[in-house]
């Protein structure tokens, strides 16, 4: 692929991904299902790899995850809960052995585990008693849960021996509760869960513990995050260690010799997995020995010791009825195709993203066409071909309108780009998903203004911009549906709170054009206030770093548009902060001689005085650069207690080390 139509290809996946991942872990209603994501992060990460100057640190693939909910008191994982590579076939399975093996030589074995189509927790005892369980969030910060985790009965409150440690596993609805909670929601009029997975996430967010109770969950441990000083050697040795403490661990594991043994353990589920009572969506791989685990180390987002094998998507075939056409943020038109229902791995799917007009053309989909649709477990599927074998005549070609479906302007093709767009700056539906995106989580993050309520304030003509946002009245919101005097007040006070949001947070709020959130925070960060910023160039901006031309170009012409002056001249007088507050690096004539400013320093081992984010933080903050691994590249390594293989790779390259105590030390100096 060439640069310039890879460049657009990257940016068209990372937003796909980046509002799929959202729906997934933190709405809890994905749109796609898990292959069509896979699908889409192994064609980013391929394009990544081909152009790695086109790879920022925003990008989906260096993220292990996604973002949380307010609902809960949020929890900092001690240490990270990292996400797993994937393998969709042999070939796969065979390119992780053999990395494996030339990381470790041939003596090594593996622990293959049924991978359980749940919810990730962590799970916290303090001499032996339960004191806390949290979701995995976004793999650094999760949600406080204790109390619904309690209502899991094969959760001991209680362990055989009076030991601290973490322990992690996946807390799961089994079929039989699955269909019965479905039975009765059925019988109350209520909206049947998609799939036992979905129903397992909303029950563990319940506010009410009760409602958890009765949803009759379950959970397998899979690991120990930290075994309180106890000495265990390898995965199997800690998983048999917790079944002695009284957890439950699933016993379908076995241990492999080598890769073709785990090839057989695949294949034979393959077909047995339908027989489970509860359900699993593939297998997971895991190097048992700790040491070996150790020597191969982490990615940013995934361990190098264990990989993910998914399950093939099951396929079924139906009817293409219609196509919608539906109106983005940025103007871009998306057809939908709308289905016959149909049952497809346990969850009836009516909707699938026809993503573009060549796509459309290219797979020759008409209306009335019988398709075949593939999908993994969750609620849209992808439309994999036609059946043209079973084509009447009486089908009917799709043609892209030439106008908006919203507002009637005409659409145009911009150059290079493969969607048609309305670029009608005052489209009602590009202002709607334009304030739902503005009041967003990364963005203003305006908590209880969720999408049906902006779709509210819209239809009644109460916002037509985002100003408008901070000029609602008391008295206008309690007319609203389902808006009492609490959520009123909660409401006011929430969009009040988010006039004092950092600049960064802003200027992604308001939706330039290339201008992610981490793009957001170093213009931000570079420019200090709103009105350096909007006084600009493009030269100006393609000298920072990370800032590209395509980027410049798209702020300069956003700052040059009057009605966009006109708005911030509005947010001003609204009162909100047109200043960056956040951090910012201490850089001094001190800090350029200093160990911090300008090196590359790594992290290991368990501190006791700093969690890791502080220490990276602190260290950022003084103008250095922190690191997952050692290397030649390396300045300075910190070494908490236990540190392994990362210490000795910094002795054996003579890196200074310095203990913990040294860097508090050097740290409360610069304070």
Known sequence: MERHNAEKRIEELRSLLNKYSYEYYVLDKPSVPDSEYDRLLKELQDLELEYPDLMTPDSPTQRVGGQILDMFRKVTHDIPMLSLGNAFNEADLRDFDRKVRQAVGDQYEYVCELKIDGLAVSLKYENGIFVRGATRGDGTTGEDITANLKTI???????????????????????????????????NGEVLFANPRNAAAGSLRQLDPKIAASRKLDIFLYSIANAGGVNISSHSEGLDWLDTLGFKTNQERRKCDNIDEVIDYVNG??????????????????????AQQEVLGTTVKSPRWSIAYKFPAEEVVTTLLDIELNVGRTGVVTPTAILEPVKVAGTTVGRATLHNEDLIREKDIRIGDTVVIKKAGDIIPEVVNVVL??????????????HCPECESELVRLEEEVALRCINPKCPAQIREGL?????????????????????LFDEKLVEDVADLYRLEREQ?????????????????????????SLEKLLFGLGIRHVGAKA???LALEFQSMDRLVGTTVEELTSINEIGEKMADSV????????????IQELTVLGLNMEYTGVRPVVSSEDDESIFF???????GKLEQLTRNEAKEKIEMFGGKVAGSVSKKTDLVIAGEDAGSKLKKAEELGITVWNEEKLVEELSRRN
Not at 439 to 456: T, Y
Not at 477 to 501: D, F, H, P, T, Y
Not at 556 to 567: I, P
Request: hydrophobic share 40%; glycine share 6%.
């Open 556 to 567: 300069v012409t956003f700052f040059q548009q009057e009605e966009v002056l006109e708005l």
């Open 477 to 501: 919101l309690l007319k609203l549906e389902r808006m009492g005097e609490k959520s009123v007040s909660n409401l006011l006070q929430a969009i009040e709170k988010s006039k004092g949001n």
């Open 269 to 290: 589920w393959l077909e047995r997995r339908p027989h489970l009572p509860y359900e699993i969506d593939g297998i997971v791989i895991k190097v048992n020995s700790f």
């Open 520 to 522: 957001a925070k170093t």
């Open 598 to 604: 300008g090196k590359t320093i790594v992290l290991t």
């Open 436 to 456: 739902i995106h503005f009041v967003s989580r990364n963005a203003m993050n305006i908590e209880g203004l969720g999408e049906k309520v902006i779709a509210q």
């Open 389 to 402: 074998d079973q084509r009447t005549g009486e089908e009917v070609e799709f043609r892209m309108p030439t």
């Open 153 to 187: 009965h094969s959760i001991p409150l209680r362990l055989s021996q009076p030991l601290t440690l973490e322990v992690r596993g996946e807390a799961f609805m089994p079929k039989h509760s699955f269909l019965g909670l479905n039975m009765q929601r059925e019988n």
